[in-house]
C-alpha cells in the first residue's frame, strides 16, 4: 500500500537537500524521513549532476533548477537527460509575465530533448493587488491564463497563508475562485500541484 501511494502521491521536499550536502549519508536520511522527490537549486550543472548519482544510490528522484539553465538551457538538459533519478526540470520560480513568454522556447526545447519528463514552474502567489507589480499583469488571473501559452505538466505557487499578524485574508478571498482558472488555463493533460507550504483547514471566522 506504501508502495502504491508513494507513486500517485509523491512527498516532494521544495528547496530539498543543497548541493554542497549531496552525500549519501544526506540522501539516507532524506529517503529515510519519507521524501520521494527533491527539489534544489543548484549552483552549476557539475553540482546537479554529482547530486543526480548519489540521489540514484538510494533511490530518490531529483528535479533540479541551475543557473545554466538561463545561460545555456538546452545544453543543460542534454548533460541531464541520461540519469535515472531525473524527474524533471524546475524550469523557473515566480516568473513575472515577460519572463513567463519567454519560457516557451525554453520549454518546448526541453520537450524536444526529453519529452517524457516534468518540465516545471512555481508561480508567484496571489497576496493582494500588491503582486500585480511583481507578475506585470492587470489582474491575477491575467497572470495564471499566461500558463496556456506553456506546455507544461506541473504547476504550483507557494502560498504563505499565516504570518506574524495571523491569516491573510486573500487565502480564503482568492483560493476557491482561483482554483477555476488555474484549470481553464492549463491544458487538459496539465497535473495542477498546489504546493501549500501551511495548510489551513479552518474557515477564519471559526479561529
Not at 550536502?21 to 554529482?50: H, L, M, Q, W
Request: neutral net charge; glycine residues 4%.
Amino acid at each position: 500500500m506504501n508502495i502504491i501511494m508513494s507513486v500517485l502521491f509523491p512527498i516532494i521536499a521544495y528547496m530539498g537537500i543543497p548541493g554542497d550536502k549531496s552525500t549519501d549519508e544526506t540522501f539516507r536520511d532524506f529517503k529515510n524521513a519519507g521524501f520521494d522527490i527533491c527539489i534544489t537549486n543548484y549552483f552549476n550543472i557539475n553540482d546537479a549532476v554529482n547530486a543526480l548519482k548519489v540521489a540514484n544510490r538510494h533511490g530518490i528522484k531529483i528535479i533540479p533548477r541551475c543557473v545554466d539553465y538561463d545561460n545555456r538551457p538546452l545544453e543543460a538538459v542534454s548533460k541531464l537527460k541520461d540519469y535515472p533519478s531525473l524527474y524533471g526540470y524546475l524550469v523557473c520560480d515566480e516568473p513575472d509575465w515577460n519572463r513567463m513568454m519567454q519560457l516557451k522556447d525554453v520549454i518546448n526545447g526541453i520537450k524536444s530533448i526529453n519529452p517524457s519528463l516534468v518540465s516545471y514552474v512555481n508561480l508567484l502567489p496571489y497576496y493582494g493587488p500588491e503582486i500585480l507589480r511583481q507578475t506585470k499583469t492587470k489582474d491575477y488571473v491575467s497572470y495564471v491564463q499566461g500558463l496556456s501559452e506553456l506546455s507544461i505538466s506541473q504547476v504550483s505557487f507557494d502560498y504563505y497563508p499565516i504570518t506574524n499578524n495571523g491569516i491573510r485574508k486573500s487565502w480564503y478571498e482568492k483560493h476557491d475562485q482561483e482554483s477555476t482558472k488555474w484549470v481553464d488555463a492549463l491544458n487538459n493533460n496539465t497535473k495542477v500541484i498546489t504546493e501549500l507550504l501551511t495548510i489551513v483547514k479552518e474557515k477564519e471566522n471559526k479561529i
